[in-house]
């Protein structure tokens, strides 16, 4: 059916909103309209969004996920009926912690462990072969889709990711990408000049602890918990300061309050 | 700096949930389609990812429920419909998700055509390789560097809408190159 079905301009305005994730009230009920009485557009649109998320697939975005804890079941009943932000956090805090691992051809089976996934043993992997069962990890890019993550980098940082978010292990011990999200990074002295790579500008560590965020439009922020941080190398934050750098490279006050980093357990 | 399993974990090691095995596979390996399920009913990927996150959660509480050899995957859209529906119950006229009958006609036509998705897949493989150079690096940079169209035109320097129809172009030629390998039902 779809060969012969020809989408009108509207109608691809309304698909480009939804794979943008641009759709706002009024074009949901478009869409909402058209899909109840038209079946070419309906079968297109579904046709249409399958394709965007495989696309997706494609292109390393596949996720697994970490099975929940026994104790943490007994909060499930109520995360049902009240999905709030908060409790959403809390219970993806503690529950749901999906890994989307992209898998490169030129990570192979013999590269070194560049960190270690705390808690490992609770986590599966899709591609279980891939990466060890012990919770020592390869160089490779992941996703944490829900939840939060740790990570202990094999230079000694800890690195407390909150999901969704998107990261790179790269091949060196005291050097980390992280491409969005939120995170964490408590930094021991030995550790000092470790390096984050977000949204295009290096955050380098002069023996601290930080939070940093990078959101859909590349925007990072901030935030020194202890010590001090260089940005971009163009400013150094102190404790309890923030900067907010978006993707053209221009300074912003941060939008994000210190508060809502996820803390170290 | 690893720390034990708290007693009660229901490990992913093989041998801890012989039972539930092959059904924590399935789960794993049908998150994309589960998500590109979602999506279609919402819309909106942020409220996708939170649905399929709340999906993921009671297919995880069930999974003793499923019966091996029975469809998981219309068990598991079953459940990420439920979902759905909840949420625009619960928004009621906020109106961000579609409407029931939507919900339910869209459900019919992605169960349906989520049956061929591995072929699919394949099929959008090859077909990516056949774009021309431009379109190819277009859909890279879209999907593998995860760009939004926004920030991609600013990068190219070209508008917004410009880029969008011409994402929506190779979309609509990968989509006609996948229905041209694939055989439908």
Redesign the interface.
Known sequence: MTEQFQPSLEFIELLVAVTEGDLDAAQRDELNEIINNDAGSREYYVEYVSLHAMLELQHHRTPTVEMPLESTRELLPTQQSNWTPFISFAIAASLLFAVVHYVYNNYGPGRNVVATLIDGSHFAWQNADDQPLDGSLKPGRGQIVAGRGNLELSGGVLIVMQGPADFELLGEPNRFKFDRGVMRAVVPPEAEGFTVIAGGIEIVDLGTEFGLSVDKHNDVEVHVFKGSVRVANKITLVKDEGQGINHKGEFYKPRREAKTYPPVK | ???Q?????????PNAVPSSNDT?QL???N???L??FI??LV????QA??L???T???L??KLDDFEPGTNFMAWAFQIARYQVMALRQ?QGR??????D??VS??AT??ET??ER?DD??TA??QC?QQLPDDGRNL??R???D??????LA?EIGQSANRL??R??RL?AM???C??SKCEPL
């Not at chain 2, 995860?146 to 920030?151: L, Y």
Request: charged share 20%; aromatic share 8%.
């Open positions: 700096m690893q720390q399993p708290p007693h009660g974990h229901r490990s992913t090691q924590v789960m794993l390996t998150q994309n389609r998500f590109g999506l279609s819309g909106n990927r942020e990812n939170d399929l996150q709340q993921n959660l009671i995880w509480e619960k906020d109106r961000h998700v579609f409407d009958e939507a006609l869209i036509a992605f055509q989520s998705f699919r897949l959008l493989t990516i859909i890279h879209r999907y593998g995860g760009w939004s169209v926004k920030n600013n969008a129809v994402l929506h979309r990968l989509m006609e996948i229905q």
